[in-house]
């Protein structure tokens, strides 16, 4: 079922007289909208305003400049909170201003996959992957990977946390949770 742009996922299970609605993680992903990140390259169009139309890259500090609204902090926030963050600005120049943004280029949702794997680097994440959709990205494991014994480093802040990564488990059913969701900035090391 599509509303706006949002697409949601449901399961419907009936048994008997009664209906039981089972929300699949895609949607709770899906509901939360894009988060913008450096990188990302965004069109915005202001409606019947030509000089106002511009291809902005949201810089490395999470920010981007556009005409009559100056600079706008992008970190964190979703394309529909930009554009009511560029119209509202706006409003002080162009009574009732349509804004559209969109997402030309994600380029900003990026994880690393280093290691024994066979095609080692950065890969885009569109919208998400989880550690063995990654390493499926990254060619395969090489022969010579510890295959028990992958870890994922994620920073939070000036932190690092590292999450251990059974590879032979997952592949027989088990551990299943620990085939997490990776998140832009995530490292998948393949020992």
Not at 22 to 27: E, L, M, S
Request: charged share 20%; aromatic share 8%.
């Amino acid at each position: 079922m599509l509303l706006g742009r949002i697409f949601l996922v449901v399961r419907v299970l009936v048994s008997s007289a009664a209906c039981f609605f089972f929300v699949t993680p895609a949607h709770a992903q899906a509901t939360a909208g894009y988060t913008v990140k450096p990188g990302d390259t965004l069109e915005i169009s202001v409606w019947k305003e030509p000089d106002l139309q511009r291809t902005v890259l949201v810089r490395p500090d999470g920010a981007f400049s556009f005409p009559l609204v100056g600079e706008v902090d992008a970190r964190g926030k979703t394309v529909s909170e930009l554009n009511k963050t560029v119209s509202d600005r706006l409003t002080k120049f162009i009574s009732d201003a349509v804004v559209t943004i969109s997402v030309q280029e994600i380029k900003g949702n990026k994880i690393f996959v280093l290691g024994q794997v066979n095609k080692p680097g950065e890969f885009i994440v569109n919208p998400s992957v989880n550690i063995m959709q990654a390493l499926s990205m990254a060619g395969g494991m090489t022969p010579f990977a510890a295959t028990n014994d992958i870890i994922v480093l994620r920073g939070q802040g000036t932190q690092q946390k590292a999450m251990a990564f059974r590879y032979n488990d997952v592949v027989r059913g088990r551990s299943l949770d620990t085939n997490i969701e990776l998140l832009s900035g995530d490292i998948v090391v393949v020992p």
